[in-house]
């Protein structure tokens, strides 16, 4: 799988877009782009997926870009409950494992 | 539909007893997989199993080990605990593992004395 790089931190008011960052420049075309989010003393919560188009479901956008070596999570309006580490995730599309390998993640921090 | 179950919540133990932590999956799942969390090291996988059978195993000693029952409840042991080993123990469930959404428990807190 490939290697992602996430920023350590970032602020976002409350009410604003939230916009997480990641890079995964050694990406296959057989892997798809995960995201997660931890909440303080919380099992991991899986948040969104995608291949190569912008996906979008009730918690978040997912932007990739055309050469799919970074993309974007972008929270539309953050609440302090958006309060979370963010993992950007790499995944071989396979049918016989269900392994994550997780980063070090982006702590988001909404201020009110 | 009930989540992802873990038992217990919290543990204590000292240096070198061993310990069994429970997970039970969401109704239905088939895939238990099973990760380490340290302030150190991050979220680490650990093993899954899929049907009661391993089918994948992260980089830990032998000392961690595990199981998955007909019924898909699945348990880990560690034998011989270390001081390292004190950690959040967390369990994840998918229909069949792979491309599908995984879906965590709330972690066993381990601590090691």
């Known amino acids: 799988d490939a290697k992602t790089t996430q920023p350590t931190s970032m602020d976002c008011a409350e009410g604003r877009a939230a916009n997480l960052p990641c890079n995964h420049s050694t990406i296959s075309g057989n892997e798809y782009v995960y995201w997660y989010r931890q909440i303080h003393s919380q099992g991991p919560q899986y948040i969104i997926h995608?291949?190569?188009n912008n996906e979008t479901n009730e918690m978040a956008s997912l932007i990739i870009t055309e050469d799919r070596k970074s993309s974007t999570l972008i929270l539309p309006h953050a609440t302090l409950r958006d309060t979370a580490v963010y993992y950007c995730i790499v995944r071989v599309f396979s049918s016989n494992t269900g392994k994550l390998i997780f980063g070090q993640g982006t702590t988001l921090q909404v201020k009110p | 539909k009930a989540g992802v179950t873990q038992t217990p919540r919290y543990l204590i133990k000292t240096r070198g007893q061993q310990v069994t932590l429970s997970c039970s999956p969401i109704s239905g799942h088939r895939s238990v997989s099973w990760y380490q969390q340290t302030p150190g090291q991050g979220l680490q996988f650990l093993f899954e199993y899929f049907s009661e059978t391993q089918r994948n195993k992260g980089n830990f000693p032998g000392r961690f080990s595990g199981r998955q029952f007909s019924n898909s409840r699945s348990e880990m042991n560690v034998s011989t605990l270390e001081l390292g080993d004190s950690a959040l123990y967390l369990c994840?469930?998918?229909?069949?593992?792979?491309?599908?959404?995984?879906?965590f428990g709330p972690g066993t807190r381990l601590t090691v004395l």
């Open positions: 995608g291949l190569k």
């Open positions: 994840a469930s998918s229909l069949e593992g792979g491309f599908g959404e995984q879906f």
